[in-house]
């Protein structure tokens, strides 16, 4: 069965300093993967995606995330955060033919003055 | 373009009542999902529907049920509420669940049963 790891629960990092997110899945078959981002009271919405084709995968607010099939990891990575990127962020993947998702437990990203 | 939708935002019951949720989907879009989402559990799935038939289903008791209406609008109903059902629940609509769908979501109900 295909699982996703956040591997950690918070990160608290300084405004303006770079940030990495780590998410590992497990899978013996293709993945598609998914970082979506949930600010304080509203619900997801999505921050970027590999379907296929280049590793490296930008979305928005400046974050991009690099898909690496032999470390099975896809991290989230930001060079320098800004106080608006605290929110939670989570890693998912898409599960088998039904495109159903499968979620990591969340990563909250704390930024400090 | 219009967002997700839902109604209530916020809604408090009491253990043994019954609750419907209410979700607006992008004009458009034909898939509605629902997750639950705790603190301790994390995003849980819940069900999807598409063109009003479910097509898949999370592991939740039978308590838990849903339908999507011919206008893609969907509901969620949770019977005898019990304490551990105090969460938010979020919907989120996509156009038929492809890979390059997305999932939109709304702001969520956050249900408190007391």
């Known amino acids: 069965a295909q699982s996703v790891t956040q591997l950690d629960s918070q990160v608290p990092v300084f405004e303006e300093a770079p940030v990495e997110l780590r998410c590992n899945y497990s899978?013996?078959?293709?993945?598609?993967l998914f970082w979506y981002v949930q600010y304080p009271n509203q619900g997801l919405q999505l921050l970027l995606k590999?379907?296929?084709?280049s590793t490296l995968v930008k979305g928005i607010n400046g974050f991009e995330a690099e898909f690496n099939k032999s470390q099975t990891s896809f991290h989230l990575r930001k060079p320098s955060v800004h106080i608006s990127d605290t929110a939670e962020y989570f890693c998912?993947?898409?599960?088998?033919?039904?495109?159903?998702?499968?979620w990591g437990a969340g990563t909250k990203l704390i930024i400090k003055p | 373009k219009a967002g997700v939708t839902q109604t209530p935002r916020y809604l408090i019951k009491t253990r043994g009542q019954q609750v419907t949720l209410s979700c607006s989907p992008i004009?458009?879009?034909?898939?509605v999902s629902w997750y639950q989402q705790t603190p301790g559990q994390g995003l849980q799935f819940l069900f999807e529907?598409?063109?009003?038939?479910?097509?898949n289903k999370g592991n939740f008791p039978g308590r838990f049920s849903g339908r999507q209406f011919s206008n893609s609008r969907s509901e969620m109903n949770v019977s005898t509420l019990e304490l551990g059902d105090s969460a938010l629940y979020l919907c989120?609509?996509?156009?038929?669940?492809?890979?390059?769908?997305?999932?939109?979501f709304g702001n969520g109900t956050r249900l408190t049963v007391t």
């Open positions: 998912a993947v898409i599960k088998g033919g039904n495109y159903q998702l499968i």
């Open positions: 899978s013996s078959v293709s993945v598609y």
């Open positions: 529907y598409f063109s009003e038939t479910q097509r």
């Open positions: 989120a609509s996509r156009t038929n669940g492809g890979l390059d769908s997305p999932l939109h």
């Open positions: 004009s458009g879009h034909r898939s």
């Open positions: 590999y379907l296929s084709g």
